[in-house]
């Protein structure tokens, strides 16, 4: 059990991406998700969050207003499109599954690397 993020990649500052998570040997419909990242030499941060139904998010204050996750039940894939990027936001993004209410996050998988040049 295990998640897996994908779409990371090089883009200019100013431009933007889409980062994908998805479950695998498990259905990620039944579980709340959390990005979070890890900038070089940095603590990993707690970027943004949706609930199992997808009314409700959190975002960090550093990404309000410039990313946006979303989840498609149907693909059982929980997305986080990343607009406006700086080279700050450079780092490895990584999706936990978990308890929303609880704000624990039970399941981890390896991160997409986003990386944003000047």
């Known amino acids: 059990v295990q998640l897996q993020a994908s779409g990371g990649g090089l883009v200019q500052a100013g431009g933007s991406l889409r980062i994908s998570c998805v479950g695998s040997g498990f259905t990620l419909d039944n579980w709340a998700v959390l990005w979070f990242r890890q900038r070089p030499g940095k603590e990993r941060e707690e970027v943004s969050g949706?609930?199992?139904?997808?009314?409700?998010?959190y975002y960090n204050s550093f990404v309000r207003g410039r990313f946006t996750i979303s989840r498609d039940h149907a693909k059982s894939t929980v997305y986080l499109e990343l607009n406006r990027l700086t080279p700050e936001d450079t780092a490895v993004y990584y999706c936990?599954?978990?308890?929303?209410?609880?704000?624990?996050?039970?399941?981890w998988g390896q991160g997409a690397q986003v990386t944003v040049s000047s």
């Open positions: 936990a599954a978990g308890d929303w209410q609880k704000w624990r996050w039970d399941y």
């Open positions: 949706i609930d199992t139904s997808g009314g409700a998010s």
